[in-house]
């Protein structure tokens, strides 16, 4: 994945709360393989009409907001299903951050895992930015994730918290999988030294061992 450091980018101001997984991306497209581009799927209902035209009031349809980075909304966000391909509809759309007044716990670590950071901020933090973005139509906020600092068009710096495991995630651009490879080395060598001292663990059993010796039979 793509380190997340730091970012200065477009944001969209999406003031809802509990904006569920349904409503980031409808259910009947997750049937669809990622090559299909989750991006186009992202807000669908809200983006497009019965006849797939966009409907220019959503803010994602708005020029100013096309190619946000960033979306600003506000508690909750993210509830309802456990789906993934939420997150994977916002980052193939190109977001790389969500800041939000709060996330379902399930969302937050998906983004995670997709390289898309999740920005918890107070109510009255969100609520500013949001004013701000709307009153400024394509402005852009910064995000300095190893600072865990948010700069709003005004200028007005906030402090954000994330648990040390995710900022690492982020910053070196790596999900729990990655993340395990990196000490490859030190777990092959827990595994010849448990081996070692605890060989009949990985023994195979003998064929030729009767019934009732104690040893399963293959």
Known sequence: MEPFTTLTAVAAPY????????????????????????????????????????MP???????????????????NFGCGSTREGAVYAIRDHGMRAVIATGFADIFRGNCVQNGVLPVALPDDAVRALCSQLEAQPGARVAIDLARQQVTGPDGAVYGFDIAPTWKTLLLEGLDEIGLTLKHVDAIAAFERDYRGKLPWLGARPSASLPPGSGVAQE
Do not use: M, Q
């Not at 209902?45 to 797939?52: I, L, N």
């Not at 096309?66 to 979306?71: F, I, T």
């Open 15 to 54: 003031y809802h709360a509990d904006v569920d997984t349904d409503e980031i991306i409808p259910h009947r497209f997750l049937r669809k393989p990622l090559s299909a581009g989750y991006g186009n799927f992202l807000f669908h209902d809200k983006r497009f009409d019965g006849e797939g035209r966009e």
């Open 57 to 75: 009031e959503f803010v994602l349809n708005r020029l100013a907001y096309r190619d946000a980075e960033v979306l600003v909304s506000g508690a």
